[in-house]
């Protein structure tokens, strides 16, 4: 009897779903033996650490204490932050993850005025080493918190730093800065309503570029609710992630001149997207989303150039027999090949606010 | 053989009993006045056997309440900071929300007017549901009440959930008053724009803050519509062999009229509504609502709400 019991309670405990696991750490769950190695190191953040991906294998690179959104400075350094729980700060780590030196200094000491404190996030580092790109909010008045696109010198400190734009109040402000030449391309919130008087009143993101000498330049439709841009290597599209004002996302590819984004092409549709990020080689695109059928912690997938970049023109095939001056025969078109994404990680839990790095 | 079947079922009322442990104390503090339909579960013979998960075919609707239960609020005296009516059509596979602000300046079901908040401090959940059904002309079916630690405890034990966080919330005064010894202490909070997995701690802060918010507690009502959102997309995860661990995390931080069995029932339902275009929500804005009511208390127009509510909520 004891035993039927037992058995009973054991085999309903058996049955309950998984959705409370813990995510493991990067470490001790290598990525699927499928999986297709990666080229370069990516750099990722979980649960406060840093981790790189190489030859298909997770390092830690940092302690789990904080750290988050890792970006690649051109000598290979890694410049990411490092957040406590009122203030965050940038700091320069070497590949290994050793810290360098501290870019920016928001401690405090402990004050029960916590207006007092700063936050910064997202850095980038310009393509020449010389500038250093970042939110930061600052300038703020009581309630009304967000956070600004700042330049720095990438030796200096944030006395020497210049406020690019006016993030609009009480809407979390302009984040994820990108430089370009001659400026910066960003994510701005604001309210749909100034922007067109057809939308509801509701915050969304939009990619905005300036140059520092006007204000911000509108470069997505509100209604498409855009975010995470990332421009490809070879400069001529950008990846972001459209939301059109729901809980869900959209990963989308615009063509890019520089100054303004062009046809939209959507990549994956009706799930749960986040930073997406182009191989240095042009070989794919990294993002994060959930694992396949789930929701839950987000995992790392990889989707080949091929399932988004345009298939080659057919080429006719000769007639036998020699030359023909009639009408050839229509080619057949190629079978459509579906590429699919990769999930690359099962059961890890990536932060999806940290934009992923990638160094070749 | 008889006395496996009976070990065999006693394993499976131990499994359970934690989850009708629950149900019977949420339940059992059911409601002072006129009330909703009573909970299946205390006119169910046992919960010895897994919850039948026969579905549910009929339209139902359902207040949610939401309220601030930290130690500045003596027992049950509680102000409901989030109400939000929710109409299910299964049939349809149509799901409408309705937030209704704090701030509406009504008639309470339990005498005299004052900010609709204010419904649950004077009367419990039947307090609130009257006043609703009363000032919105509607028939609620169940209520849920949460505090803000089961609504914590409720996200982590069922993993998490994904949001796409339309709003930054970037609060220097966020009230720090759920692990604080001081409930009047505040933090700094900063949940970053767009899709993520939030845990409990963190879809709190979302949810509750709105300081940094333009639209104060109505952009508050849109992120908590999409935080429900997000729970209802992880609830199709959930077994009900999962019941008792929930139950278990929540023990006295949720109250409700709605039984363990029609919890089972209602979980391959939410499996079932798989559009998210099925999911309308609505805010009572300008002009269905605006300022000028005493104490900084908004007024209903109840001529453009009614025929609103008429439609959704027949």
Known sequence: MVFSGTLTYIALGSRTSKVALPPAKPTEASPRAQAPSLPGTLYLSQEGAIYSLSAGRFHQLTSESG???PSISPNGDIVA??????YSDLYVLNPFGTVKRRITNNSQPRNSDTGLYHWVFYPRVSADGRTIWLAYDKPKFAYDVVLSIWSMPYSGSLSQGRLWGNAADYTGGDVQPVPVRGGVLYTKYDYASRYSANLESRLVGMLFITNGSSPGRQLTNPAEDCRDPAISPDGTKVAMICTYMKQ?????????????????????????????????????????????????????????????????APVPTPTPGGPYNGTLPSPSPPPVVVIKPIQVTTNNGFDATSPLAWGS | MLAIVLSSVAGGIA???????????????????????PTDLLTSPSPSSAPSAQPITGAFTVLLLGSDDDSKFQGDHVLTQSMILVRVVPSQQKVTMLSIPRDLYVHLSTGGYGKIDGAYSYGGAGAAIATVEQDFQVHIDDYIWIGLLGLIKLIDAIGGIDVVTSHPVMDDYYPSDVYSRDPYDYERVAVLAGPQHLDGINAMQYVRSRHGDFQSDFGRSQRQQEVLTAIRVKAKEVSPEDLPALSAALK???????????????????ASLDDPNAIRQLFLLPPYTHGGAPGGSLIADWGAILPLVHTYFP
């Open chain 1, 248 to 312: 869900i996302s959209y990963l989308t590819i615009a063509s890019w001149n520089g100054s303004k984004l062009g046809v939209r092409q959507t990549i994956l549709s009706n799930q749960i997207v986040a930073q997406p990020t182009w191989a240095p080689d042009g070989s794919g695109i990294a993002y994060l989303a959930p694992g396949a059928g789930q929701s839950g912690p987000f995992q790392l997938w990889w989707l080949p150039s091929a399932a988004y970049a345009p298939p080659p």
């Open chain 2, 252 to 270: 006295g931080e949720l109250k409700t009229s709605i039984g363990l069995s029609r919890v089972a029932q209602m979980l391959p339902l939410a």
């Open chain 2, 15 to 37: 499994y359970f009993m934690p989850a009708a442990q629950l149900a019977l104390d949420s339940t059992g503090q059911v409601i002072q006045v006129p009330t909703p339909s």
């Open chain 1, 81 to 86: 932050v490092k957040r406590s729980a009122y």
């Open chain 1, 67 to 69: 750290w988050t959104q």
